[in-house]
């Protein structure tokens, strides 16, 4: 089975900080996907990547940034924490670039910015 | 514009009842896929089934079943005999080829399932 591991379950953070949220899978998925769920708003887009040091916005990367220097890991990084970055975030990841493959989703990061 | 719309937010039911989550989705292209996500209360999101936009079949999968309407572009799911752990919120989603990658999911907004004993 695929295994996609999310650093954390529970982060809390304050306004400014840096945040790194940390995902790993384990079954060499050539794409990997950042979103954040909130209530009303279902899952958006944050960042997705296709190939190691390659990454494109999704339909939301204000406030974001994403780093993938090995196949197996991608970062969110929050440059400057902000409390309405309050969220669940949920990395994925994929097996190819045809679109038919399923999607395989960690447990996700509930993250709070005080 | 891609869009899955999920009109029902919350449901609630008692166990042994049947239940309809549905999905109404628009595209321009030809060949798209759809899909199905379980989120229970742990927070992962399951993948259930997939289906392409040529493959009109319904499915079914022990007490799940799917009914893909091309005509009126509605993907919808039944659970048959709702059981408590059956609970989650369900989300419909469609693949938007127009991206780079080619794999980026549109996800509709969840229908929370809530079943009572």
């Known amino acids: 089975d695929v295994k996609v591991t999310q650093s954390s379950r529970y982060l809390v953070k304050r306004t400014g900080e840096k945040v790194f949220l940390e995902c790993v899978q384990d079954?060499?998925?050539?794409?990997m996907f950042w979103y954040r769920q909130d209530p009303g708003l279902g899952l958006r887009l944050i960042y997705f990547?296709?190939?190691?040091?390659?990454?494109e916005k999704g339909d939301i990367p204000e406030g974001y940034s994403v780093s993938r220097e090995k196949k197996e890991r991608f970062s969110l990084i929050l440059e400057s924490a902000s409390t309405n970055q309050t969220s669940m975030y949920l990395c994925?990841?994929?097996?190819?670039?045809?679109?038919?493959?399923?999607?395989?989703f960690g447990d996700g990061t509930r993250l709070s910015i005080l | 514009a891609q869009k899955v719309t999920q009109a029902q937010t919350e449901i609630s039911v008692v166990e042994k009842e049947d239940v309809t989550l549905d999905c109404v989705y628009e595209?321009?292209?030809?060949?798209?896929?759809l899909f199905w996500y379980k989120q229970p209360p742990s927070g992962e999101l399951v993948f259930l089934i997939r289906?392409?936009?040529?493959?009109?079949q319904n499915e079914i999968s022990g007490r799940y079943s799917w009914n893909f309407q091309k005509s009126t572009s509605s993907f919808n799911f039944t659970i048959t005999a709702s059981q408590v752990v059956d609970s989650a919120v369900y989300f419909c989603?469609?693949?938007?080829?127009?991206?780079?990658?080619?794999?980026?999911?549109?996800f509709g907004k969840g229908t929370t399932l809530s079943v009572s004993s």
């Open positions: 994925a990841s994929s097996l190819s670039l045809q679109s038919n493959q399923p999607q395989h």
């Open positions: 079954m060499d998925h050539e794409n």
């Open positions: 990547s296709y190939d190691v040091k390659m990454k």
């Open positions: 595209t321009r292209d030809t060949t798209y896929y």
């Open positions: 289906r392409n936009s040529f493959d009109e």
């Open positions: 989603a469609l693949s938007d080829p127009t991206n780079q990658a080619g794999t980026a999911l549109i």
